[in-house]
């Protein structure tokens, strides 16, 4: 966040259905609203987080506006690609390999149920950062992560397994803003992981409880995402310039609750 001043992620889910319609004359439409929405918020976030799902949803035409989205980001702004990996290790090999070597990735988020060993093919890339689901956004974590076991949530049990794996310094959590009293355990369990939090914006989560809870004792080390708040605040020939103005707002806010490091 230091360059920019801004815990403020950018969430790249870009769907052809809700970009405005005159973009859809563009060769490569998914791609052009993309490069609108960097060129005109690259100076007000601290990471982009593109989510692999709306890209694959459109095939290899997908997949190719996502490499020339993650070419296009400048190289000092970290990509986190949301893809919620983990499997038996041989093939979170060749997930990793995709992520960090195909798309050159600097982050991406994991899935922590199928234990250490899925997860250590991504650790082991030392300069990127791996963010595990410890709470997820949605009302289906009741299923779950909320669950006590032993006398305690399992939510929890991530949290403090993830503080063992992170051998190489490189791991991070993802909390939703939405609850945010478990943000503020977690954050406590764990007072230097970076933690990436989506839930504001269109998930309504709470935006001055994400910052209190969310940042570590400086005001740091939170990741905050926001996607269709930000991407489709308007759907006129002016929506990148309305997509700069909500995140300058959030941005705002973020530092006007933040602690002073
Ligand atoms: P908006 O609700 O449009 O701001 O998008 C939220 C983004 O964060 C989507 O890409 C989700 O897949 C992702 N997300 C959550 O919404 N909740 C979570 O608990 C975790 C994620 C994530 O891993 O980023």
């Not at 001043?5 to 439409?29: H, M």
């Not at 499997?87 to 199928?114: C, H, Q, R, W």
């Not at 001055?208 to 930000?230: C, M, P, Q």
Request: hydrophobic share 40%; glycine share 8%.
């Amino acid at each position: 966040s230091s360059k920019n001043n801004s815990l403020l992620c950018v969430g790249l889910d870009t769907e052809l259905e809700k970009i405005p319609k005159f973009l859809l004359q563009e060769k490569d439409p998914i791609f052009a609203f993309n490069q609108a929405i960097i060129d005109s918020t690259l100076d007000l976030v601290c990471a982009y987080k593109p989510n692999l799902a709306f890209y694959e949803a459109y095939g290899i035409k997908g997949l190719e506006a996502l490499k020339i989205t993650c070419e296009y980001i400048p190289k000092d702004i970290p990509i986190i690609l949301d893809a919620k990996r983990g499997d038996i290790g041989n093939t979170s090999k060749m997930y990793a390999k995709a992520i960090f070597e195909e798309f050159k990735a600097d982050g991406v988020t994991l899935s922590p149920y199928l234990g250490e060993d899925s997860l250590s093919p991504f650790l082991e890339y030392e300069d990127k950062c791996g963010f595990i689901l410890c709470l997820t956004s949605n009302a289906g974590a009741k299923d779950f992560q909320l669950l006590n076991f032993e006398g305690k949530p399992l939510y929890k049990i991530v949290a403090e397994k993830v503080l063992s794996w992170n051998k190489k310094g490189n791991c991070g959590l993802v909390v939703g803003a939405t609850y945010p009293e478990q943000l503020k355990e977690i954050r406590e369990i764990a007072p230097d992981l970076p933690i990436l939090i989506p839930g504001v914006g269109a998930q309504k989560g709470d935006v001055e409880l994400t910052v209190k809870y969310g940042t570590d004792k400086n005001g740091e080390l939170a990741i905050i995402n926001s996607s269709r708040g930000i991407l489709y605040a308007s759907s006129e020939k002016d929506f990148a310039q309305a997509s700069r103005e909500e995140a300058k707002k959030l941005r705002e806010l973020f530092n006007l609750y933040r602690k002073k490091g």
